[in-house]
């Protein structure tokens, strides 16, 4: 069974990583990127289909040529047996609708047409959670987001899933689909590997995993806009319809706050914390 | 019954035991599953330690992992002394020769190393018949069909089948326990052993202890130094460390009230250890464990069904004055329980094989080792309270002294020399603290060094060692000061002036009452088990993975 798993580089926004300029604006030249955290989750709920249920999986993704090295750490997690970057200057500055254009061409364009394709949740620098649910309409695949454990019965050629009803923990859902279909993985996706001939294989394809992941660039195919056969004026900057009409900085936090310490144990004194609190309580 | 997952071989823990099975199972081609609770083999274990091979021994560590010395043990013990000390008097014995005796080799092991070294092989052995190793995988319990012992179950994986299941799980195994084979009840059948990992540059080492890079030293104490608690300490030299620790019986330390970390220091902090430990010191690691006394909790009998039980979980540690073997007879238990199941499967009758292993546990001389006859007769009769009290005002009398005059330093040595004295050697105060200290006055010279080195409060040993807290895996029933209280104490990561360890003694108003109750708090639990032989708790292993991650171990 054939999967393929789709991700994206974004800037590195943990604490020591990331730089902004006086502005307030991203310095992308001096932040690292990496693979959106919120992939992983795809990642971990595409390995378990691996694990389980066998084949091969293609990690794909689109982006300038440094995006290699994210498909590389990527394919320590998953353990993929093929990379694809969908990467050339006509591609560049595409908004979510462009590059789910572009991905759906480069997913139809595999020869081995996958039975499951996953998304993560979202990416961290744009944060609409668009890119998957578009590319699924232009593949036109069922969809199951918000899936927080899977189970495909190939046999059946079904997928069944636990899914966040609205994205709410508190409700949970399971559906059932036939495959091929598109899953966009929650946060809250956890594997699960109830067998011992299930973690052996983990162990054996994890070790399989790190040989190929250090020779990544041997599994690597790059196709560009022509590989594709894809027009410019439908993808890429050209391509894309949203406008970004302007950017407004988030204020910083000011570096002067007035507090008021008090150090007390009696019931006096804790009344007092209780009345200084009363107007942020009220909203004032 | 529903369809579970099946191998032929499930084999529970993979420390010297487990893995001697497991190589064994494999190398007759049989599909063998190893579960190891630990994050890596190695991870939940500690040692002295010194593994040795017996000549004796129908198989050692060596014969099963080729390369086994080159790649996972520290230095061999070439040098043995055991040290008598009554307050700074010390007479020192060479106990080479009882250390030699019936011995290929002993070497230092670090049991994090050694065992995850082990664990890479037998995986490999394993893979190659279907099975495999996992870790991070806790085996909660027996899987049952109509009473009878089909397999095993687990916190982390479906229920799985096995023809034979081998339970290598350890001193705390909840197989033994679940199997009804081995009870948690009696604190005079378990010794309790705490260690410190010191950290120490190899030639500081070889300086210290004039030996060279291949050679190590092996040192035992005895005498006054622990207080009257029944045991005694050791020292062996690793590559870059040295690995000390004390040894005690459980019901002593239970009765005297004694903190076990204190007692380590008793032996880091006397002046006989200067000339090794320097000014100060660096301790890398603490750590502890609980060791069953084979003299008498050897199971004769250790299998049930399709179980078997092999190593620390069958209480097969031997452990007679300064003679202390387990690994080795882990390793013989674990490749015989592996022979006893190819027999019986080749006669067609696999679900015989805990009759066929208990019948060469018999054959190698496996059991005499472990519960020597000699030891029968005069241990037991040696350790009925009235005559242990006799003997020892014998020993402590002007006639006593007398004697060990009389024998001097040469005979004494030589006595002590002797396997088969020390095999009957009776669990009482005499042979562990009075004749020691007795020997130490009359025949030793006093050691004047200053010692200067300060072990490290007992919350920052606990401090250094790696967690993964998970729930909380140990329950009290009683929680009344009378039924667990010395928990407080006996517990190696509890003390009684101490709020931060797993025990502690409390005293709770209600309406007017006062109780006095002991509060639990599992998470710097090392799971060594004594507070499940002391207190009255409900005891479990955390899961896999979880809990406490012994670098050294």
């Known amino acids: ?284 | 019954m529903t369809e579970h997952e099946q191998y032929e071989a499930v084999v529970v823990g993979c420390g010297p035991g487990g893995a001697a099975a497991a190589a064994t199972l494999a190398r007759s081609g049989i599909e063998t599953l190893v579960l190891e609770r630990g994050a890596e083999p190695g991870s939940k274990n500690v040692s002295g330690g010194l593994i040795y091979a017996e000549e004796s021994a129908p198989y050692t560590i060596d014969d099963l992992f080729p390369d086994f010395r080159e790649q996972a043990t520290e230095r061999p013990a070439t040098k043995n002394y055991i040290h008598n000390i009554s307050g700074e008097q010390v007479a020192t014995f060479d106990i080479s020769q009882l250390h030699h005796h019936d011995t290929e080799w002993a070497d230092a092991v670090l049991r994090r190393e050694m065992d995850s070294w082990v664990g890479e092989r037998v995986h490999e052995m394993t893979r190659e018949t279907g099975g495999g190793l996992l870790t991070d995988v806790r085996v909660t319990g027996l899987l049952r069909d109509q009473g009878e012992i089909v397999g095993v179950e687990m916190a982390e994986l479906d229920p799985i089948e096995a023809d034979i299941v081998v339970a290598a799980d350890g001193v705390n195994s909840e197989l033994a326990r679940d199997a009804g084979l081995m009870d948690w009840e009696e604190p005079e059948e378990w010794f309790q052993g705490v260690k410190a990992v010191v950290d120490m540059p190899p030639e500081v080492i070889n300086e210290r202890f004039d030996i060279d890079d291949d050679e190590g030293v092996a040192h035992l104490f005895s005498g006054d130094l622990f207080e009257g608690v029944r045991g005694g300490g050791f020292l062996y030299t690793n590559e870059a460390s040295l690995s000390i620790g004390t040894v005690f019986h459980l019901d002593s330390i239970a009765a005297e009230r004694a903190e076990p970390h204190e007692l380590l220091d008793s032996l880091l902090t006397h002046p006989l250890m200067t000339q090794w430990l320097g000014d100060e010191y660096e301790e890398r690691e603490y750590s502890a464990k609980l060791v069953p006394d084979s003299k008498k909790v050897a199971h004769e009998s250790p299998h049930r069904d399709r179980l078997v039980l092999v190593g620390d979980a069958a209480g097969q540690m031997q452990a007679q004055g300064p003679i202390i073997k387990g690994m080795n007879h882990a390793v013989t238990a674990g490749a015989l329980a592996a022979e006893a199941y190819t027999t019986a499967k080749s006669r067609g009758t696999p679900h015989d094989a805990g009759r066929r292993y208990e019948q060469k546990l018999n054959e190698e001389g496996v059991m005499d080792k472990l519960r020597p006859t000699s030891y029968d007769i005069v241990g037991k009769l040696g350790e009925t309270d009235s005559i242990a009290s006799l003997t020892d005002t014998i020993a402590e009398s002007a006639l006593g002294r007398f004697g060990v005059r009389t024998l001097g330093e040469g005979v004494l040595e030589r006595l002590f020399s002797s396997p088969r004295l020390m095999a009957m050697m009776p669990d009482t105060r005499t042979p562990y603290v009075t004749i020691p200290k007795i020997i130490a006055e009359e025949l030793g010279e006093p050691v004047t060094d200053e010692n200067t080195v300060e072990p490290p409060e007992l919350d920052d040993r606990i401090g250094d060692l790696t967690y993964d807290v998970g729930d909380p895996h140990i329950e009290l029933i009683d929680n009344s000061f009378k039924a667990s209280g010395t928990a407080v104490t006996a517990c190696p990561v509890s003390a009684k002036d101490f709020g931060g360890g797993c025990y502690r003694d409390e005293h709770v108003q209600t309406n007017g009452s006062e109780d006095h109750v002991v509060s639990l708090d599992t998470q710097p639990c090392v799971e060594c088990g004594t507070c499940a032989v002391v207190a009255d708790t409900h005891w479990e292993h955390p899961d896999g993975g979880k809990g406490v991650e012994y670098k050294d171990g």
């Open chain 1, 1 to 284: 069974m054939h999967t393929v798993v789709l991700t994206k580089g974004v800037p590195d926004f943990r604490e020591g990583q990331v730089s902004f300029d006086e502005d307030g604006h991203l310095e992308r030249g001096k932040t690292p990127t990496v693979m959106n955290p919120n992939d992983k989750h795809a990642l971990r709920a595409a390995l378990q289909t691996k694990v389980r249920n066998g084949g091969d999986v293609t990690l794909m993704s689109m982006g300038p040529p440094g995006y290699k090295e994210v498909l590389q750490e990527g394919m320590r997690d998953v353990y993929a047996d093929e990379l694809y970057l969908l990467s050339d200057r006509e591609m560049g500055a595409a908004d979510t609708w462009a590059t789910a254009m572009t991905v759906a061409t480069g997913i139809q364009k595999l020869d081995d047409e996958p039975a499951l394709v996953f998304a993560g949740f979202k990416t961290a620098d744009g944060e609409t959670g668009h890119t998957g649910p578009q590319t699924c309409w232009c593949l036109d695949m069922p969809m199951i987001t918000h899936v927080i454990a899977l189970d495909v019965d190939e046999e059946a050629g079904t997928v069944r899933a636990k899914r966040l009803v609205e994205g709410d923990i508190e409700e949970i859902e399971t559906v059932e689909t036939e495959l091929p279909a598109f899953v966009v993985a929650d946060p809250e996706f956890e594997p699960t590997y109830r067998k011992a001939s299930h973690r052996l294989r983990w162990k054996d394809l994890r070790e399989e995993t790190q040989e190929r992941a250090e020779a990544h660039e041997d599994y690597l195919t790059v196709w560009d806009h022509e590989d594709l056969n894809l027009d410019p004026d439908y993808i890429g900057l050209d391509g894309s319809p949203t406008i970004v009409a302007g950017v407004d900085p988030i204020p910083k936090a000011p570096a002067e706050r007035e507090a008021t310490m008090i150090d007390g144990v009696d019931d006096p004194e804790i009344e007092q914390v209780f009345d200084e609190l009363d107007a942020y309580a009220a909203g004032d």
